[in-house]
Nanobody
């Protein structure tokens, strides 16, 4: 059974940092590109970043460019999202998912979503 599990969320002050992890079980992660998304209350799920199978190609939403970094460790079967200079507007539930087909920052291109991890940025 293909499963992704996110972790690393929490409460952080504005300007702080968090590192999210997306661990895979039931399949080998390096066969797939992986994306990170987020969803704030009352808003649609938004593409944050994605990384190619090898890790050589990454994409970011304009809202997080220069602050977030996606990476992967295929030996550990895990994808990471390093989030720096966090802002209140980054508050959301963050999800990872497997890219199947389509635009890399569109939720419709993904499958096998994790359960999400809450990130709250507040003083």
């Amino acid at each position: 059974q293909l499963q992704l599990v996110e972790s690393g969320g929490g409460l952080v002050q504005p300007g702080g940092s968090l590192r999210l992890s997306c661990a895979a079980s039931g399949f080998t992660l390096d066969y797939y590109a992986i994306g990170w998304f987020r969803q704030a209350p009352g808003k649609e799920r938004e593409g944050v970043s994605c990384i190619s199978r090898s890790g050589g190609i990454t994409n970011y939403a304009d809202s997080v460019k220069g602050r977030f970094t996606i990476s992967r460790d295929n030996v550990k079967n895990t994808v990471f999202l390093q989030m720096n200079s966090l802002k209140a507007e980054d508050t959301a539930v963050y999800y990872c998912a497997v890219h199947i087909s389509g635009y890399y920052l569109s939720a419709s291109a993904y499958k096998y979503w994790g359960q999400g991890t809450q990130v709250t940025v507040s003083s």
